[in-house]
C-alpha cells in the first residue's frame, strides 16, 4: 500500500474510531495484527453487549463508487480468520458480529472543470460521508473443490 493510500487508511480509521465511539461504542483494538491476521477496529456495542469486528473502506472521492463495495467475499474470509484467530487469543466469550464503515472525504471532483458536480453547499458540507452498516455480513462458509 502507498503511502498516501495508508495515510488515507488511517486518516478514515480516525474517523471511524471517533464516530463509534460518539455512538457508544467501547474501542478495544484499533489495527490488531497478529502473524498474517489484522482487523481494523475492534470494539464493544454496550447497547447489545457484542464484540464487534469493523472492517472500515475509505475513499477520497465517490468517483469509483461506494468504498464498502470493496468487501469482497475473499476479504470477508479473511476477516472471518482474523475474528477467529482474535478471539481464540483473547478467550472472549462474548457474542459477535460484523460491521463495515465506508467513508467517502470528499465529493467527486471534474478534472476539467475543478468543480464538484452540481452539489449545493448544504451537500458539500455532508462531507465527510460515514456510512456505517452494523451486522453487515455473515462469515461466508468455507467451500473445497
Not at 42 to 55: G, I
Request: overall charge negative.
Amino acid at each position: 500500500m502507498g503511502s498516501f493510500s495508508k495515510q488515507q487508511g488511517n486518516f478514515g480509521e480516525d474517523l471511524a474510531v471517533g464516530y463509534l465511539r460518539q455512538h457508544g461504542y467501547h474501542i478495544l483494538e484499533r489495527q490488531w495484527r497478529h502473524g498474517h491476521f489484522e482487523l481494523d477496529i475492534v470494539c464493544e456495542d454496550p447497547s447489545t453487549s457484542q464484540l464487534v469486528f469493523v472492517e472500515v473502506k475509505t475513499r477520497d472521492d465517490d468517483f469509483f463508487g461506494d468504498p464498502i463495495d470493496a468487501i469482497d467475499r475473499k476479504k470477508m474470509s479473511r476477516l472471518a480468520a482474523a475474528a477467529n484467530h482474535y478471539i481464540h487469543v483473547s478467550r472472549s466469550t462474548l457474542e459477535w458480529r460484523f460491521d463495515v464503515i465506508g467513508i467517502i472525504l470528499h465529493p467527486y471532483i471534474d478534472t476539467k472543470s475543478k468543480e464538484p458536480h452540481a452539489l449545493t453547499p448544504e451537500e458539500l458540507s455532508r462531507y465527510p460521508i460515514i456510512n456505517h452498516i452494523p451486522d453487515a455480513f455473515y462469515p461466508p462458509l468455507i467451500t473445497r473443490h
